[in-house]
């Protein structure tokens, strides 16, 4: 799949790209587009991103808080696919054991959001183990995803953590060889 990520400035201080963009990525692929949403305002950002082409959205739990739920029944109204939640480096597990039952994928961040390129949070992996024992007491198939500094040697922590779809970024741009690369962090 490919994993975009939308920074709003406010939500984190970039901004990244619109929906523009993510219209032309979904006429030129037919890959799943997991929309990360980094903004303040996923009520506002879910559904003009739902029809410039994203599969799932993700928005983040620290904006929302108790109206989690709101949010979801929202992009389930407008049709996405597939709805995930979305935590910060410092945001606990706890924070999403309400509706854990309603969503379809926890992405946790492993580095702070807002810019590429930075190492992977070790002190996160405690945080995976935990949510995927929560995933493993329901009764769905939920995504566990891990998003920040994914390279050779950590993608190893974090799917031994628990993890099931890892996000690379710099692992990827950055390599000489970027299908060899793909093949490391898969096998
Ligand atoms: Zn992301």
Excluded: W
Excluded at 87 to 110: G, Y
């Amino acid at each position: 799949m490919l994993h975009v990520d939308i920074m709003d400035g406010h939500f984190v201080p970039n901004l990244s790209i619109g929906t523009p963009v993510v219209e032309s990525i979904r006429k030129s692929t037919d890959l799943f587009l997991d929309v990360h949403l980094m903004v303040t305002d996923p009520m506002k950002y879910g559904e003009i991103f739902h029809k410039a082409g994203a599969d799932g959205l993700t928005f983040h739990i620290e904006v929302t808080n108790e109206k989690a739920s709101e949010v979801i029944k929202q992009y389930r109204e407008f049709g996405c696919k597939k709805v995930g939640i979305s935590l910060n480096p410092d945001t606990p597990a706890s924070a999403i054991k309400d509706i854990i039952n309603e969503i379809d994928l926890v992405l946790v961040m492993t580095v702070h959001p807002g810019f590429g390129g930075q190492s992977f949070i070790h002190e996160c992996l405690p945080k995976i183990q935990e949510i995927r024992k929560m995933i493993n007491n329901t009764t769905r198939d939920i995504d566990l995803e891990v998003d920040g500094g994914i390279n050779e040697e950590t993608v190893i922590l974090a799917k031994e953590a628990g993890a099931n779809v890892l996000v690379a970024g710099t692992a990827f741009f950055k390599a000489d060889d970027r299908s060899k690369i793909i093949h490391i962090l898969r096998s």
